[in-house]
Structure formats: C-alpha cells, structure tokens
C-alpha cells in the first residue's frame, strides 16, 4: 500500500501548490489597478494657458481654469 500513500500525499502536496499558486495569481490582481493606474490627465486653463493635473482643476461649462480667479474673469470677459 506504500504507493498509494505516497500518491496521495503526492496528490494533496499538489493540491496546496495549485490553490497557493492561484491565491498569489489573485493577490497580485487586486494590486495592478492600483499598480497600474493611468497618468493623471493634463488640462490647460482657459484663461492663462497653465498645464494642471485635472483633480486640481476649476471645471466650469466643459472649461478648465487654474483657480477660480481665472474662471471669474474668464466669465465676465
Ligand atoms: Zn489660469
């Protein structure tokens, strides 16, 4: 019976590999969008022409402005 025993510890050794494999493979998903997370899109101001990251941008009628100076003036012009 020796090899019976020896294939299934064989057999079970090769079970932990497969779901360890697959747990790392899962792990190492969740982590790429955070990994590969897109560069931050570069908008210009209407009013001065400066290049600022989207997130710091003043968003007003599908225009960007730098702060929200520029966007005042831009408005009244
Ligand atoms: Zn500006």
């Known amino acids: 019976m020796g090899i019976f025993r020896l294939l299934t510890i064989l057999l079970i050794a090769w079970l932990v590999y497969a779901l360890y494999k697959r747990y790392i493979k899962k792990k190492s998903k969740n982590l790429q969008p955070r990994k590969n997370r897109k560069p931050e899109k570069i908008v210009k101001c209407e009013h001065c ?27 009244q012009q």
């Open 49 to 75: 022409a400066t290049h600022i990251p989207e997130h710091e941008a003043i968003v007003d009628k599908g225009r960007y402005y730098c702060s929200e100076e520029h966007k005042r003036i831009s408005n």
